[in-house]
């Protein structure tokens, strides 16, 4: 009987069935405005970090809403999180720290030796994309980084939890972060998932008025390049581009070093190849993020000095794979530091002609030597990933140096 007045109560007269009152329908996600506005509740108005895919949507509203100075994209982790440090000291407020779990790494010594609660006691608010969540397809770097996270957060003694997708939850759980930072004196991390803010299109995108893209340079390199020559490339889409490039020339890319994490690093396992294999040219594939991340690189390869070391800069002025914000300093004469770190020369160049120059100039002459290319930002969006592993790509590029 009461089943079949339940029945009727579900039913119109034309018999069209009515929704039960569910009390969740769909999957929220959190606006970036509406999250930037419950840190400035919380006297929040300094931000600073190193752009990621995660937290695309809401660096770029903070890039294009935040006021003049109170917005600094850093050249590494470990830098933002002393700005923030500097900032506080200096102000008695709470900055926000934001970066990828894989910049992890690089905030640890600040961490531990300056705003961790036993030394200055320094609170901020970190934001941390989660790449490699566990039970979310990612590539090898991210799903070990990812794995151990909350591991490592907890070894170094800081507190954390999961940023909510809906900003009832989201301000909930400031309410938690703040109040410890204040009790603790200490930072907070809150750690954002995969698709956790709406979509937020960035107003002041990085551009310029260079002719090439990233992949068009590329290929007028490789096609310019010796057989035996040796490549690393840097992380990003540029070695997903070389990888496929390679595959257009039917070509095995054996030469090819593919540094899909560590950005920053390409420059010196370069540099460790070339002071071990004299009698091979070895091509470092450079960008410009990533040699601002770790510039003391530079200084090094410069002092060591070794003549099969060429160094080749793609520049387009953007963190092109995270969202396409501006680099710590899109001025900056990467030219001019080589030749002050010790660089044999360096030199830029702009179009087709100008790279199959270059790369006469790099083949003749004694390294280390740095060419920049001047590009533009932007990809092609069917670019893929790399169908090999981690392991067979070294496996093949060891074998390669042996010849």
């Not at 933002?80 to 200096?90: C, E, F, H, N, R």
């Not at 900003?167 to 603790?184: C, N, P």
């Not at 790369?359 to 969006?381: A, S």
């Amino acid at each position: 009987m009461f089943c079949r007045q339940l029945t009727r109560r579900l039913f119109t007269k034309s018999r069209e069935p009515i929704e039960p009152p569910y009390l969740e329908l769909q999957r929220d996600f959190l606006e970036p405005a509406e999250f930037y506005q419950e840190l400035s509740k919380h006297g929040v108005s300094f931000y600073a970090g190193v752009p990621d895919s995660l937290l695309k949507d809401f660096c770029a509203y903070v890039q294009d809403n935040a006021p003049p100075g109170q917005h600094v994209i850093t050249a590494n982790e470990g830098t933002a999180v002393s700005m923030a440090a500097g900032y506080y000291l200096a102000t008695k407020k709470i900055p926000c720290v934001y970066l990828q779990n894989s910049g992890l790494g690089n905030i640890v010594n600040p961490y531990m030796s300056l705003a961790h609660p036993k030394v200055y006691g320094i609170p901020m608010l970190y934001l941390i994309g989660w790449r490699g969540e566990p039970g979310k397809k990612d590539e090898p770097q991210h799903l070990v980084q990812g794995k151990r996270m909350n591991g490592i957060l907890t070894e170094m003694g800081m507190q954390y939890d999961v940023l909510p997708d809906y900003i009832e939850g989201a301000a909930e759980v400031l309410d938690t972060a703040f109040y410890s930072m204040k009790t603790r004196n200490g930072p907070y991390a809150l750690l954002v998932k995969r698709q956790c803010f709406t979509n937020y299109k960035l107003k002041n995108v990085a551009k310029n008025n260079y002719q090439l893209t990233r992949e068009e340079a590329l290929t007028e390199v490789i096609q310019n390049s010796r057989p035996l020559d040796v490549c690393v490339s840097t992380t990003g889409f540029l070695s997903r581009e070389l990888f496929e490039l390679r595959q257009r020339l039917n070509q095995t890319g054996e030469q090819d070093f593919l540094t899909v994490g560590s950005m920053g690093h390409a420059s010196s396992i370069a540099l460790g190849i070339a002071q071990v294999k004299k009698s091979r040219q070895v091509f470092c594939l450079d960008g410009d993020g990533a040699m601002l991340m770790h510039l003391g690189a530079m200084a090094q390869i410069g002092n060591i000095g070794p003549k099969n070391y060429k160094h080749i800069l793609f520049n387009n002025q953007a963190h092109d794979s995270v969202g396409a914000q501006p680099t710590s300093n899109p001025q900056v004469n990467f030219t001019q530091i080589a030749l002050g770190c010790g660089y044999k020369d360096a030199f830029q160049v702009e179009t087709k002609e100008e790279i199959t120059k270059g790369m006469e100039r790099l083949n003749r002459n004694d390294g280390p030597i740095l060419m920049e290319i001047l590009i533009k930002p932007g990809v092609r969006k069917d670019l893929g990933r790399p169908t090999t592993t981690t392991f067979e790509n070294k496996e093949k590029f060891m074998h390669f140096l042996t010849y």
